[in-house]
């Protein structure tokens, strides 16, 4: 999702699946619909309503919000995606397109400058920010590869949220989320749960193989191909 959001925030524009995606993100981690409204408004620059939230409200993009929420059409509340449901949707087609599995590459070398940006660490301001190591990059790409994207995804939270360990693939980007922030609210908690005693004898590299050789749950979730 943070892909999503720096492309809204560049472009000032994003088209239905990354609208729908990413909305529906952020009412899953709390926000309310009036703030999901504000938000919109103010980055949607490109349709000339930016920073009006009463008129933005009123275009097709205000109707879709609140049906997000349940406001509109069947009045389903909508739940958020899971990563199974992200890496079955089409293709992006343009500059003003931003969707899906950023870890379902088209362009490798993209990809990895994403990997090499460093992002902030979870513990704070006041810790360094963090980037996955060349070697990580490689396992990383290589299991994007062979279509082991939440795999792939798993080694990434791994190496830019120190300690932490999972025996299970994430299943959507809210579930992502919600670990990140429990690492930033409760790190000794978090990491004092996910450290057996063998781990705390682990220094350095032995201590860093053994978190990128966990037993997980196998990935199944596959690319799938376009009918013909």
């Given at each position: 999702m943070?892909?999503?959001?720096?492309?809204?925030?560049?472009?000032?524009?994003?088209?239905?699946?990354?609208?729908?995606?990413?909305?529906?993100?952020?009412?899953?981690?709390?926000?309310?619909?009036?703030?999901?409204?504000?938000?919109?408004?103010?980055?949607?620059?490109?349709?000339?309503?930016?920073?009006?939230?009463?008129?933005?409200?009123?275009?097709?993009?205000?109707?879709?919000?609140?049906?997000?929420?349940?406001?509109?059409?069947?009045?389903?509340?909508?739940?958020?995606?899971?990563?199974?449901?992200?890496?079955?949707?089409?293709?992006?087609?343009?500059?003003?397109?931003?969707?899906?599995?950023?870890?379902?590459?088209?362009?490798?070398?993209?990809?990895?400058?994403?990997l090499?940006?460093?992002?902030?660490?979870?513990?704070?301001?006041?810790?360094?920010?963090?980037?996955?190591?060349?070697?990580?990059?490689?396992?990383?790409?290589?299991?994007?590869?062979?279509?082991?994207?939440?795999?792939?995804?798993?080694?990434?939270?791994?190496?830019?949220?120190?300690?932490?360990?999972?025996?299970?693939?994430?299943?959507?980007?809210?579930?992502?989320?919600?670990?990140?922030?429990?690492?930033?609210?409760?790190?000794?908690?978090?990491?004092?749960?996910?450290?057996?005693?063998?781990?705390?004898?682990?220094?350095?590299?032995?201590?860093?193989?053994?978190?990128f050789?966990?037993?997980?749950?196998?990935?199944?979730?596959?690319?799938?191909?376009?009918?013909?």
């Open positions: 943070r892909q999503v959001d720096e492309h809204l925030r560049r472009e000032g524009h994003l088209k239905h699946h990354g609208r729908f995606t990413y909305g529906l993100f952020l009412k899953a981690i709390g926000l309310s619909l009036q703030d999901s409204m504000t938000l919109f408004s103010s980055l949607m620059t490109v349709k000339g309503v930016a920073g009006n939230s009463e008129a933005f409200a009123k275009t097709a993009y205000g109707y879709n919000i609140r049906h997000n929420y349940g406001m509109e059409g069947k009045k389903t509340s909508y739940s958020s995606m899971s990563c199974a449901t992200l890496l079955a949707l089409p293709p992006v087609v343009d500059r003003f397109d931003c969707h899906g599995c950023p870890f379902r590459f088209k362009d490798e070398g993209a990809f990895r400058s994403m090499l940006k460093e992002q902030p660490n979870p513990l704070g301001k006041e810790h360094p920010p963090l980037r996955p190591s060349t070697s990580d990059i490689e396992e990383i790409v290589q299991d994007c590869k062979g279509q082991h994207y939440t795999r792939a995804c798993y080694k990434y939270f791994v190496a830019t949220h120190p300690g932490v360990k999972r025996d299970t693939l994430f299943r959507s980007p809210f579930e992502y989320y919600t670990l990140s922030r429990e690492v930033g609210e409760r790190p000794d908690e978090i990491l004092s749960e996910q450290t057996t005693p063998a781990r705390r004898l682990m220094t350095g590299d032995s201590l860093k193989r053994s978190m050789t966990p037993t997980l749950k196998e990935d199944v979730i596959r690319e799938r191909k376009s009918p013909p």
